[in-house]
Structures are given as C-alpha cells and as structure tokens.
C-alpha cells in the first residue's frame, strides 16, 4: 500500500503555500511531519481564492516533496474573488458564478496548467454554485420553464448546471493538456444538501476517474454545521457502496472543534471505514501543530487494527441519489450504537435496512420496500419516512397512522424479545423528550418500546410482520439529539433487533459499534467533556467460545487477550468489558470452528 500496511496517508497543500514556499522552510516542515508520522502523497495546489502559484513554484515544492520519497498529484479549489472591475456578486465562500465568462475562462486556464504539470488532481469541495445574480436567476427560471418546474426551485438547474461544468470547464481543457490526467472530485460531509447548491454525484460519478470523501467532523453546537460524528464513518461507506473501489479516500481536518481527541477520531472513524486514503487538511494549518504526535502515534495503532478488520457491515441505510429528509438521522443512530452503512442503491440482499424520509424521495419506495419485507427481510423505518408515503400505500403494510398528534415523556415501558410471555422493565430517562403519536390498531402492531409520564403510553417502537419479514417503526424525537436522552435499555432493545455480525451493544448512547464481514468488531466510546468509564455488555448471537482482542497482550505472558463469557441465554452469549472515551478496541469473536 505504501508506508503503512492498510491505507496511503497523504496532504493537502494549499496554494498560497505553493506560491510562497522557499525550500528552506519547506524542510524544515516536513521535518516535522516525517518525525511524527510517514506521508505517502501530497496534492499540491496551485490555484485557490484567485491565488495562483507560478510554474517555477510548483516545480521547487515538487522537488522537495519527490526527494522525501512522496508521490506529487495536483489540487484545484474553486473559489475566486470578484474579477478586475467587475461589479461584486454575493456568493458565499467565493464559490464561482459560472454564468460569468471572465470566472469560467480563468476556470479552464488552470485546469488547462494543472493537465499540463500534473498525471492526477483532486478538487476540493468549493466545487459547487450559490450565486443568485441576475443572469443566474434568469438561467434557472429559462431552464424550469423548459423542463416543467413551476415551483422556482434551484435544484434541477444547478445539478443540470454543475454537470456541464464538469464537463466542459474542468475535464475537458485537463485532459486537452493530458489525456492521460486522472480526475478526482472530493465531496464535502454536507451530502443532504448536495443537489440544493449542484454538488450532482448521479452524473458526476460518471464523468470523473475517482471520488473523494470529506470525513471532517464539526462541533455542532457552536458550528452551522449539524454533523453528528459518525458521519465520518457512514459517508465513507455511502461513497463506496456508491462506486465501489473508486472512493480514493477520506479528508479531515483540524478545524471548528475543541477538544483533541475529537481531531483524533476523524482519522479513527475514516480509518475504521476500510479507506484506501487518509487526507490531512492541510500541510499549513498542521505544520508544528500539537495535533500531529498523538495522530502519528494512532496512525500505527490503527494500521495494526485494520490488519484484523474484513469489509464494513451493518444495517444498510438506504439514500438515493439527491435525497434529503430527516438530515443525518442515520447518523444519530450511529452515535446511539446501532451499527449503521449507507448506499445510494436499493439494498435488495440486505440482510436490515434502514429507511429515513430521504427514502421516500424514490417514487418507488413502498413498492420496494413491500416486497423486501414480505420476502422475509427486516426494515427500520423511521416516523418520518412513514409521514412522507400515507399516500403512496404504506398503509397496506402498517396500521399506523399520524394526526398531527405529539406527546412529551420520559417514563419508558419495555417488551423482551420473547414473544406473549416477555419481560417487562419500566427505565425513566433523565430527561423528556417529544415524539409523533403513532397511532396504530391493537393487535395488528405492536409497541416494543412505549413512553409517557401520565396514564397513557405511546410507541416508540413498533412492529409490524408482513409475509415472510417484518417492519419496526422508529418514532423520531422532534430534536435528533434527543435519541441520545434515551435510556441505555431502550436503546439495547432496539440494537437487539438489528445485531451487525451478529453482535450489538448493551449500554447507552455514545459508543459506537463497527462490525466487518470476518467475525471482527471495534467498539469506540466517543470523547465529550461529559462521558466517563463505564462497563458495557457485547451480546453475540449463538454459541461464542471468547472475545479475542488480536492487538492486546496479557503484560505478564505476551499471549492475546482473550474475554470469557458472562453468560450465555437465548441464543446468545455475553460478554462484559470496561471502555475508557476515547479509545478504540477491537475484538473478534471466537466460536469453535474458527478456534
């Protein structure tokens, strides 16, 4: 692979540096670097923000870099100030207006320079459109009337628009220069709102030579960006699942958070995906950084994991192309430890799927779904996705129904998994949440998980089977966050329904489960200035002799750890361990046959 056994580890080098680099200095930063950790790659930028670095530039730092033994591609971000005695146009970021000549012309002279000097480039994820001048409203309102969009929307145009682009002023002048130039297009970690700006990977998919995955992790109090932290997991999948072997890597970056150990599990999450790319944004902003030793150090800790590791599983999530609905709702999921992978395809051999309201954006989904369910698969649909197709003939698999009603509580009733005659426990959450009342008829569903404070209850979640396989619904909390307010009871029942390789957690939210294809898992409690140790229980379904832990030694005979079973009880059997936020581990599960 290169200098790590698993994954190519590579940066980022912006233009500005490329422009102003002398050599001196430039060793001297990556000497630093290569004390702490060892680069494969750099894509080295000669263009941003109007900002354009000379020939001369970029053959001095490629020098250096190719001497230090690291692999040279390109790197373009499109972002561009007004031009000279232009009237100024209000474009966030500096992102392009690609209805003006002068910006669009520049555009194809450096992707013209970058085929020239350059066998590869990757874009960086400015490479999307939200002018709203006056030629950009009259292109959108000419392109509705053509096609019959009558609601004023950008979304058509812009992904219409944004694939031209592509084409024609990036691809096309590159590989006039080269045609042997290999393009990558990076997509950032917003992907709901992708088709609202252009970002189109439908057809984009089909234009460029490879994908790229944006992993950056925000803080989502403080930022405008509402990611939850698993994300830098599930979008990796989303991308693979989407092009299969062409998805070059995940991109991290030190900013808009607080604590170190939440830049750590950038690279610990996008890791934990299988990537053939770890991306450090940028060589500037980490050059003498405090970030940079303890990532060095984890960046062999992870190398050794991954040895162990299979491919990626979990309940499939299913997000077509341009969807948007309950933004990121997966990803809460994620965070509550239910084990959670992503595809833009219909995931017919899927063994769980999961269905948000960004599902119902395909016109085909009950139809799909009825047929998955009635052939003996299992689905978690999610209140929203319910609400988006009443009218599409859900209802012929559910009697559930929605009022408008909504309900406040935090007093929990909940079933066992043993049907007629199962356990009852009654956990009270630390706090209320608010939740859509799911009406449903007795006896035709039936409430797994109850909540309400009063003499009343209402579900959480509900079953309903349906020829051979079965439907869970999910009443979604109206705040997303508010998933994580619910007690670790709940959320072991709802794990317990949907095991990833045959394992799920018991324990509350905050801790992760990523689980792989060879009887492998990683359990990682998230860092926040809140969580504590905490004992947790693994189930394993079926007979497991022991939880091996391949990268942990016993201190005193240098044997592999081995955890031996709690106990073992309806079909499955339990192991307990200690997590410490923050750290990762990894287990596989022997059973007798593979010793």
Same mark, same amino acid.
């Given at each position: 692979?290169?200098?790590?056994?698993?994954?190519?580890?590579?940066?980022?080098?912006?233009?500005?540096?490329?422009?102003?680099?002398?050599?001196?200095?430039?060793?001297?930063?990556?000497?630093?670097?290569?004390?702490?950790?060892?680069?494969?790659?750099?894509?080295?930028?000669?263009?941003?923000?109007?900002?354009?670095?000379?020939?001369?530039?970029? @053959?001095?730092? +490629?020098?250096? /870099?190719? *001497?230090?033994?690291?692999?040279?591609?390109?790197?373009? &971000?499109? $972002?561009?100030?007004?031009?000279?005695?232009?009237?100024?146009?209000?474009?966030?970021?500096?992102?392009?207006?690609?209805?003006?000549?002068?910006?669009?012309?520049?555009?194809?002279?450096?992707?013209?320079?970058?085929?020239?000097?350059?066998?590869?480039?990757?874009?960086?994820?400015?490479?999307?459109?939200?002018?709203?001048?006056?030629?950009?409203?009259?292109?959108?309102?000419?392109?509705?009337?053509?096609?019959?969009?009558?609601?004023?929307?950008?979304?058509?145009?812009?992904?219409?628009?944004?694939?031209?682009?592509?084409?024609?002023?990036?691809?096309?002048?590159?590989?006039?220069?080269?045609?042997?130039?290999?393009?990558?297009?990076?997509?950032?970690?917003?992907?709901?709102?992708?088709?609202?700006?252009?970002?189109?990977? @439908?057809?984009? +998919?089909?234009? /460029?030579? *490879?994908?790229?995955?944006?992993?950056?992790?925000?803080? &989502?109090? $403080?930022?405008?960006?509402?990611?939850?932290?698993?994300?830098?997991?599930?979008?990796?999948?989303?991308?693979?699942?989407?092009?299969?072997?062409?998805?070059?890597?995940?991109?991290?970056?030190?900013?808009?958070?607080?604590?170190?150990?939440?830049?750590?599990?950038?690279?610990?999450?996008?890791?934990?995906?299988?990537?053939?790319?770890?991306?450090?944004?940028?060589?500037?902003?980490?050059?003498?950084?405090?970030?940079?030793?303890?990532?060095?150090?984890?960046?062999?800790?992870?190398?050794?994991?991954?040895?162990?590791?299979?491919?990626?599983?979990?309940?499939?999530?299913?997000?077509?192309?341009?969807?948007?609905?309950?933004?990121?709702?997966?990803?809460?999921?994620?965070?509550?430890?239910?084990?959670?992978?992503?595809?833009?395809?219909?995931?017919?051999?899927?063994?769980?799927?999961?269905?948000?309201?960004?599902?119902?954006?395909?016109?085909?989904?009950?139809?799909?779904?009825?047929?998955?369910?009635?052939?003996?698969?299992?689905?978690?649909?999610?209140?929203?996705?319910?609400?988006?197709?009443?009218?599409?003939?859900?209802?012929?698999?559910?009697?559930?129904?929605?009022?408008?009603?909504?309900?406040?509580?935090?007093?929990?009733?909940?079933?066992?998994?043993?049907?007629?005659?199962?356990?009852?426990?009654?956990?009270?959450?630390?706090?209320?949440?608010?939740?859509?009342?799911?009406?449903?008829?007795?006896?035709?569903?039936?409430?797994?998980?109850?909540?309400?404070?009063?003499?009343?209850?209402?579900?959480?979640?509900?079953?309903?089977?349906?020829?051979?396989?079965?439907?869970?619904?999910?009443?979604?909390?109206?705040?997303?966050?508010?998933?994580?307010?619910?007690?670790?009871?709940?959320?072991?029942?709802?794990?317990?329904?949907?095991?990833?390789?045959?394992?799920?957690?018991?324990?509350?939210?905050?801790?992760?489960?990523?689980?792989?294809?060879?009887?492998?898992?990683?359990?990682?409690?998230?860092?926040?200035?809140?969580?504590?140790?905490?004992?947790?229980?693994?189930?394993?379904?079926?007979?497991?002799?022991?939880?091996?832990?391949?990268?942990?030694?016993?201190?005193?005979?240098?044997?592999?750890?081995?955890?031996?079973?709690?106990?073992?009880?309806?079909?499955?059997?339990?192991?307990?361990?200690?997590?410490?936020?923050?750290?990762?581990?990894?287990?596989?599960?022997?059973?007798?046959?593979?010793?």
């Amino acid at each position: 692979m290169g200098n790590y056994r698993n994954f190519k580890l590579v940066y980022y080098f912006v233009a500005a540096g490329t422009a102003r680099a002398n050599r001196e200095q430039l060793e001297k930063e990556i000497a630093f670097f290569e004390k702490y950790l060892r680069p494969d790659k750099v894509y080295l930028e000669p263009f941003r923000s109007g900002v354009m670095a000379s020939e001369d530039q970029v @053959a001095l730092c +490629r020098e250096v /870099f190719e *001497r230090h033994g690291v692999e040279v591609a390109g790197g373009l &971000t499109t $972002t561009i100030p007004t031009p000279e005695g232009a009237d100024p146009k209000q474009r966030l970021f500096d992102t392009f207006c690609y209805n003006d000549a002068a910006m669009t012309d520049r555009l194809k002279e450096v992707c013209d320079f970058l085929g020239r000097h350059f066998n590869e480039f990757i874009i960086d994820d400015f490479f999307f459109t939200n002018c709203t001048c006056d030629t950009c409203r009259r292109e959108r309102d000419l392109f509705n009337k053509a096609h019959g969009i009558t609601d004023g929307s950008w979304k058509a145009y812009r992904l219409a628009l944004m694939e031209k682009v592509s084409r024609e002023y990036i691809i096309a002048p590159a590989k006039a220069a080269n045609p042997d130039c290999r393009i990558t297009i990076k997509y950032p970690n917003w992907a709901e709102s992708y088709q609202e700006t252009g970002y189109n990977p @439908a057809e984009q +998919r089909k234009l /460029f030579d *490879r994908i790229y995955t944006g992993t950056e992790a925000r803080d &989502t109090v $403080t930022t405008d960006q509402h990611l939850p932290r698993y994300l830098s997991y599930s979008l990796m999948t989303y991308f693979e699942h989407m092009w299969p072997g062409h998805n070059g890597g995940g991109w991290f970056d030190p900013f808009d958070f607080h604590l170190t150990e939440q830049y750590l599990e950038q690279a610990y999450l996008t890791a934990f995906s299988k990537p053939k790319e770890l991306m450090m944004f940028c060589f500037q902003a980490l050059a003498d950084s405090p970030y940079i030793p303890p990532l060095g150090y984890h960046l062999d800790k992870l190398d050794a994991v991954l040895d162990h590791c299979g491919t990626p599983v979990g309940t499939v999530c299913y997000l077509p192309d341009n969807s948007q609905g309950e933004d990121n709702v997966q990803d809460f999921l994620g965070m509550c430890g239910l084990p959670v992978v992503c595809s833009p395809y219909w995931p017919e051999s899927a063994s769980s799927i999961l269905l948000t309201r960004a599902a119902a954006c395909d016109p085909e989904i009950v139809e799909r779904l009825e047929a998955y369910v009635a052939g003996g698969g299992k689905a978690l649909v999610t209140s929203g996705f319910l609400e988006a197709t009443m009218d599409r003939g859900i209802q012929r698999m559910t009697s559930i129904r929605f009022t408008g009603r909504r309900i406040r509580g935090r007093q929990y009733r909940i079933e066992g998994i043993e049907p007629f005659r199962p356990a009852l426990t009654f956990p009270r959450g630390t706090e209320e949440i608010g939740i859509p009342v799911c009406e449903f008829r007795n006896n035709s569903a039936w409430a797994l998980v109850k909540v309400g404070d009063t003499e009343e209850s209402f579900g959480v979640l509900l079953r309903d089977t349906y020829g051979k396989g079965q439907m869970l619904t999910l009443a979604v909390p109206d705040s997303f966050p508010d998933l994580y307010k619910l007690p670790a009871e709940v959320l072991t029942r709802l794990r317990s329904e949907f095991p990833a390789a045959g394992v799920y957690l018991e324990c509350g939210s905050g801790t992760s489960l990523f689980a792989y294809d060879n009887d492998a898992f990683i359990v990682y409690p998230y860092a926040t200035s809140a969580s504590q140790p905490a004992t947790i229980r693994i189930h394993v379904t079926g007979e497991a002799d022991a939880l091996e832990m391949p990268v942990r030694k016993e201190w005193n005979t240098d044997r592999t750890i081995r955890l031996q079973p709690l106990y073992r009880k309806d079909g499955e059997t339990v192991f307990e361990t200690r997590t410490q936020p923050g750290a990762y581990e990894l287990y596989r599960v022997i059973r007798s046959k593979n010793g």
